[in-house]
């Protein structure tokens, strides 16, 4: 059962988000093979301000900008209310279904989190981290973004320079690929085995640029 923090004038929007979030965060459960997650709460922030100030606790190095409108840093789902969401300006068309796939993607990072404990953005396989979450929580955020060319980044600036080369879109034509072509027994055993994830990164990122050269 999924518990959720909101203003009551989000009432009914949050009863709708529930309703949608049953049937997918049972299918995300399932690709996980795991019947319960660890406890959390998702918590819709009606003040943007105490929304940025939290996050900023955790960002660490990383700066904080404005297309930030979800974490799981502390365990929750925590999001920042639609409305406010709709207010910025990398976000102002965001549909209430891409919304809700937002919420999906972070649950996935709660899956990721259950599986295993050292599984985080902040290290050095975060890149894999949102690999998984943007194609199996929000793949339609995604619809009419072009296929980036895989040859003009590399691994290494997926690992060190995620944000600065918007590493979204390409995790998720990776991830898109990784799909079709593994078992999700592999996908997940990744998570769990950073050592491994290093040792086959190189090759995945191969496969994935000649698969889409081909397009
Ligand atoms: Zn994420």
Redesign the pocket.
Same mark, same amino acid.
């Given at each position: 059962m999924i518990q959720i923090d909101y203003d009551k004038n989000d009432k009914d929007f949050a009863e709708k988000l529930l309703t949608e979030l049953q049937t997918h965060t049972h299918e995300i459960m399932r690709f996980f093979n795991i019947k319960k997650v660890n406890n959390f709460k998702i918590k819709i922030w009606r003040d943007k301000q105490k929304y940025v100030n939290h996050l900023k606790t955790f960002l660490k190095n990383r700066p904080y900008q404005e297309w930030m409108i979800a974490h799981t840093y502390d365990g929750n789902i925590n999001m920042l209310a639609f409305d406010l969401v709709q207010k910025i300006e990398c976000h102002k068309d965001i549909t209430t279904q891409e919304f809700i796939e937002n919420i999906c =993607? $972070?649950f996935v =990072?709660i899956c990721q989190k259950t599986v295993s404990e050292n599984s985080s953005?902040q290290n050095d396989n975060g890149w894999y981290? $949102?690999l998984l979450?943007?194609v199996l929580g929000n793949p339609h955020n995604f619809d009419g973004w072009k296929i980036p060319d895989f040859s003009k980044y590399s691994l290494d600036d997926l690992k060190n320079r995620f944000d600065e080369i918007d590493g979204y879109p390409i995790v998720f034509y990776m991830g898109k690929y990784l799909l079709q072509t593994k078992s999700p027994e592999q996908l997940v055993a990744w998570i769990k085995n950073d050592n491994q994830l290093d040792a086959d990164a190189p090759t995945l990122y191969k496969e994935t640029q000649k698969y889409y050269q081909k397009k």
């Amino acid at each position: 059962m999924i518990q959720i923090d909101y203003d009551k004038n989000d009432k009914d929007f949050a009863e709708k988000l529930l309703t949608e979030l049953q049937t997918h965060t049972h299918e995300i459960m399932r690709f996980f093979n795991i019947k319960k997650v660890n406890n959390f709460k998702i918590k819709i922030w009606r003040d943007k301000q105490k929304y940025v100030n939290h996050l900023k606790t955790f960002l660490k190095n990383r700066p904080y900008q404005e297309w930030m409108i979800a974490h799981t840093y502390d365990g929750n789902i925590n999001m920042l209310a639609f409305d406010l969401v709709q207010k910025i300006e990398c976000h102002k068309d965001i549909t209430t279904q891409e919304f809700i796939e937002n919420i999906c =993607h $972070e649950f996935v =990072h709660i899956c990721q989190k259950t599986v295993s404990e050292n599984s985080s953005p902040q290290n050095d396989n975060g890149w894999y981290w $949102e690999l998984l979450a943007t194609v199996l929580g929000n793949p339609h955020n995604f619809d009419g973004w072009k296929i980036p060319d895989f040859s003009k980044y590399s691994l290494d600036d997926l690992k060190n320079r995620f944000d600065e080369i918007d590493g979204y879109p390409i995790v998720f034509y990776m991830g898109k690929y990784l799909l079709q072509t593994k078992s999700p027994e592999q996908l997940v055993a990744w998570i769990k085995n950073d050592n491994q994830l290093d040792a086959d990164a190189p090759t995945l990122y191969k496969e994935t640029q000649k698969y889409y050269q081909k397009k």
